[in-house]
């Protein structure tokens, strides 16, 4: 595709509920991104992957946060049990690769009720 | 400290005026410098990409890099209304698949 495309657009999980988000990079791009954006702040790095091997989850607040890209494309974020702090923006970015620029997907919006 | 910092402002300018907005950084390691533009419930666009020092220039936007005092600035010639969003910085250091560092992001209000 000619952007970065992620689904859905916007979640509301209800506290304890497992949830999936899901990023379709550009064509071709090696590495992936995920970020967190909460509310007036700017995005936190939560994830990378370069191809299928995630090579850095330093992000990731707690072991509830899981992300996969199996066959080194779409990517899933899956957060279990959410919880109401876990509201936020998740944003997803790739790129060619090393240090080359990041495009972003327009995000999902998630809000734990 | 944060590593980096941003004024969140609101900044608010008449239309036809020259915007400038910074950032200061603290990790000496940071290589790539950006400016991304978010409008509201949108993702991050990037504006601007340089690396190291030096001025770089996009038609009405200019980023400056000053590696010695850990100082970034994006000025916007001519500001339009449509230029009114947050304005994001982002850096990262030399390493394959570094993450971004961003700002937190200032809000420029540009009135007609």
């Known amino acids: 595709g000619a952007g970065v495309s992620q689904s859905p657009r916007y979640k509301v999980a209800k506290r304890g509920q497992d949830v999936a988000l899901r990023c379709d990079p550009i064509s071709g791009h090696v590495s992936l991104f995920w970020y967190q954006q909460a509310l007036g702040q700017g995005p936190e790095f939560l994830t990378y992957?370069?191809?299928?091997?995630?090579?850095?989850k330093s992000g990731l607040p707690s072991d509830r946060f899981f992300a996969e890209r199996p066959e080194g494309s779409v990517s899933t974020l899956k957060i279990q049990r959410t919880q109401q702090e876990d509201s936020a923006v998740y944003l997803c970015?790739?790129?060619?690769?090393?240090?080359?620029?990041?495009?972003f997907g327009q995000g999902t919006r998630l809000t734990v009720v | 400290q944060k590593e980096v910092e941003q004024d969140p402002g609101p900044l608010s300018v008449p239309e036809g005026a020259i915007v400038s907005l910074n950032c200061t950084y603290s990790n000496s390691a940071f290589q790539y410098f950006m400016w991304y533009r978010q409008y509201s419930r949108k993702g991050p666009e990037l504006l601007m990409y340089?690396?190291?020092?030096g001025n770089k220039e996009d038609g009405r936007f200019t980023a400056q890099v000053d590696k010695s005092s850990k100082y970034i600035s994006l000025f916007i010639r001519d500001s339009q209304p449509s230029d009114s969003a947050t304005y994001l910085c982002?850096?990262?250091?030399?390493?394959?698949?570094?993450?971004?560092?961003f700002g937190k992001g200032t809000t420029l209000s540009v009135s007609s």
């Open positions: 970015a790739s790129s060619m690769g090393r240090n080359t620029e990041a495009f």
């Open positions: 340089t690396y190291s020092s």
């Open positions: 982002a850096m990262s250091g030399n390493q394959a698949g570094t993450a971004l560092i």
């Open positions: 992957f370069q191809n299928e091997a995630q090579l850095d």
